[in-house]
């Protein structure tokens, strides 16, 4: 991948890569890896970028879709194994940010379906539910309740952790 | 005062290190050896399949009255083994220490030249594994009758005016040589179709990581 189209645009949009692989894996390896195989996805399908929407949105798109790809993939690959000896998900790193309640607030969003996680991260970033439901191919209307059972199952997830 | 989610998603976020990007180094080198070493894998199980299945056929063949089948196939694929080890070797001998592109490069023109070979070897496979089940069918088990010779001499008892050509009917001999020249004709294609099964996922992925690299030496 060119220095020069990392440099200016993905490493600006880093964040929200950084906040989707993370609602997504469960690990610092997973993580990096998930980073880097969406940057370079977005490096790969750079020219069918027609415009039609902000890069912002084609990226929170694109990655979302790699995530969902790669959890996926991994499931297809785990069935492959002795699920006896692999631990549960959710459960190996709950350490990624230095603030506890982001890492609690983390964990609750893990235990999410995925499709609620991609909303969910839309949500707090404060994308608009047309733009939400532009991006997950729903309905506003279908966005907004969906949005307010998702906040509704985390705040019981998080009642009692956080004061 | 509880804290909602959208603030802890805010102030979370404040904090320095909370968005720090990893690094994205070495990511073709993983990607390279990677792909090289699941085709490496790939490779010697075929070649480990191919020898088992040759000495399974050969006693069966035996078993079931087509022994001379049975060895031309073994014979067969003795000799697919054998260049499928050559080029395992020359494999083996590319250099871990090149950079992610040349690496895969050199890993590149040797499947193009595995491929070329298997072509070219598949113009002659396929007729000769033609010709194995017609000559196991023909000549039977070893030192007992021959079927072939009982058809001729049916078919000959049905219709005395049957010409001949080396003890085989006219027709049948034509329609072998037709096969054969059907098959020598199509097997390069045959040969690279079967390849394409093996290995085809694996060549894509080769294929499209040669064409970023080689972007990106473009752009850089």
Known sequence: ?????????????????????????????????????????????????????????????????????????????????????????????????????????????????????????????????????????????????????????????LDGKIN | MEKSIESIWKEGFLEKNALVAPKLNDLYNQKSIDIVEKFRRMYKINIIAVAMFACILLPIATLVHIPYMGIMFFVLFGVIIFFAIQFKRKLDTINKNLNSYEYLKTFDNWTKEMIGFNTKLSRYLYPYVFLSMIAGFWFGSLGGDIPGNDLVNYLLIKNPDIILVFGVPLWGFI??????????????????????????????????????????????
Not at chain 1, 131 to 144: C, F, K, R
């Open chain 1, 1 to 157: 991948m060119s220095s020069d189209f990392y440099t200016t645009s993905i490493l600006p949009y880093a964040g929200i890569i950084i906040k989707i692989c993370r609602a997504y894996t469960d690990s610092q390896e997973d993580f990096e890896d998930y980073y880097q195989e969406v940057c370079l996805q977005i490096w790969r399908s750079r020219e069918q970028f027609r415009g039609e929407s902000k890069w912002s949105t084609w990226i929170y798109r694109l990655s979302l879709n790699i995530c969902l790809t790669l959890i996926k993939k991994k499931k297809n690959s785990r069935r492959h194994i002795t699920s006896n000896y692999l631990p549960e998900e959710g459960t190996e790193d709950n350490s990624a940010f230095a603030d506890e309640s982001l890492n609690q607030l983390y964990d609750a969003i893990k235990q999410l379906s995925e499709l609620d996680r991609a909303v969910i991260l839309l949500y707090l970033e404060e994308k608009p539910y047309k733009e939400i439901g532009e991006i997950i191919g729903t309905t506003h209307n279908n966005i907004a309740v969906r949005i307010t059972r998702i906040k509704e199952r985390l705040k019981n997830l």
């Open chain 2, 175 to 220: 329609g072998v040589i037709a096969v054969v020249l059907l098959l020598a004709f199509f097997g390069g294609k045959i040969g690279e179709w079967d390849l394409k099964i093996g290995y085809g996922r694996i060549l894509k992925r080769l294929d499209t990581l040669l064409t970023d690299m080689e972007a990106l030496r473009r752009n850089t």
